[in-house]
């Protein structure tokens, strides 16, 4: 960037990103709004999931909590089921508390500050430039992978977008191209970077930066953005017991917030009475972001009603059915078990 520290003249690259989303900003329900309560949850459902995956999520969210106020009174397990299906549960559990941190810090009045709505629990500072700047004006870019990679390769910037650096180094970067509306220009960032500027094929003859495009001119679009170092990802190893009985079975809330914070799952452990129902045993492979999972699930068929009766008179598990678990929030692989259990076990 040392060449193009103390230049002004890269605005107009701004400039035309503006004008081409004028033109072609995508119709989204959360584009005609400037409430803060819903670009919070709209910020916050596409982070890591993709628009066309999340739209019907929102709006169901948006439905049901329409405001701080509704979302902070709600109870968690009602929250935690408006984000099914939306994976990263953690981001719903932050919202709710968020909510109830505005009613309690703020009056139930959204913040208007950058600085104050960072200090929002699960808000970064994406999160928090998206905010203050399409809802209350603030010239602040709001820097994400969008913004790493349409840099990287405007600028053909080699800086390695996997250092704790990058964030500081794109944001600095952002203010050279950034215009006077940055609500609007970081809304165009998106777009640009999810509909042109993909990460993989990027259609640059249809970009309207393609002008301005250094890797483009150079035709070394794919070398950008540079990513050095790589993610380890872990290798994890789960086990369960499905334990049921005339269509009921046995489930807990998770307690540990390594993964899948406050979702059901079923026992990890059972006692040795039950060991000898074991039915049989299914293997499943599940990946998520930077994790293998392996999950070992016992099938634990209980054909004794006096151990049943014996065995859930004497723990606090919660006993559900199918119907019930609709109730409640699963790990994905687990509610796929739940709904093939269902079905084979209609036809019994
Ligand atoms: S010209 Fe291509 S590489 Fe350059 S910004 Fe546009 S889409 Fe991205």
């Known amino acids: 960037m040392k060449n193009i520290e103390h230049d002004s003249g890269f605005h107009h690259i701004g400039h035309k990103l503006l ?3 004028g033109k072609n900003a995508r119709n989204l329900p959360f584009r005609n709004t400037k409430d803060p309560y819903k670009i919070w949850i709209c910020e916050i459902v596409f982070q890591q999931t993709r628009i066309t995956q999340g739209l019907n999520h929102y709006n169901n969210f948006i439905k049901r909590f329409p405001d701080v106020q509704t979302l902070a009174t709600a109870e968690e397990d009602e929250v935690l089921l408006y984000w099914k299906g939306l994976g990263y549960y953690s981001r ?3 919202i709710h508390k968020a909510a109830q941190q505005i009613i309690n810090e703020y009056h139930g009045v959204f913040p208007s500050e950058y600085e104050e709505i960072l200090q929002l629990k699960g808000v970064g500072k994406y999160t928090a430039a998206a905010i203050s700047s399409i809802c209350f004006g ?3 870019p709001a820097v994400d992978g969008n913004f790493y990679r349409v840099l990287s390769r405007i600028f053909a910037d080699d800086f390695d977008v996997s250092t704790s650096q990058a964030f500081t180094y794109f944001s600095q970067l952002a203010h050279l191209i950034l215009p006077e509306n940055a609500g609007d220009f970081n809304q165009a960032m998106m777009d640009l ?3 042109i500027c993909k990460p993989k094929n990027p259609l640059c003859p249809e970009c309207p930066l393609r002008e301005d495009c250094l890797a483009f001119s150079l035709d070394r679009v794919s070398e950008f953005p540079v990513k050095k170092k790589k993610v380890k990802t872990v290798d994890l190893a789960l086990k369960y017991y499905f334990v049921h009985r005339d269509g009921r079975f046995l489930i807990q809330q998770r307690k540990d917030d ?3 914070k406050k979702l ?3 026992p990890s452990e059972i006692p040795e009475e039950l060991i000898p129902f074991i039915k049989s045993v299914k293997m499943i492979s599940h990946k998520l972001t930077h994790k293998n999972l392996s999950i070992e699930i016992f099938n634990v068929e209980v054909d004794s009603a006096e151990v049943w009766e ?3 008179g004497k723990n606090e598990y919660v006993i559900t059915d199918f119907e019930g678990s609709h109730e409640k929030s699963f790990p994905k692989p687990l509610e796929n078990y739940i709904q093939n259990y269902h079905t084979a076990y209609r036809f019994l």
Do not use: C, Q
Request: aromatic residues 34%; proline residues 0%.
């Open 19 to 21: 004008d081409w989303y």
């Open 92 to 94: 719903a559990i932050n």
């Open 138 to 140: 603030a010239k602040l």
């Open 193 to 195: 970077g999810s509909e």
């Open 258 to 260: 390594f993964i899948w």
């Open 264 to 266: 059901f799952e079923f």
């Open 310 to 312: 014996d065995f859930i």
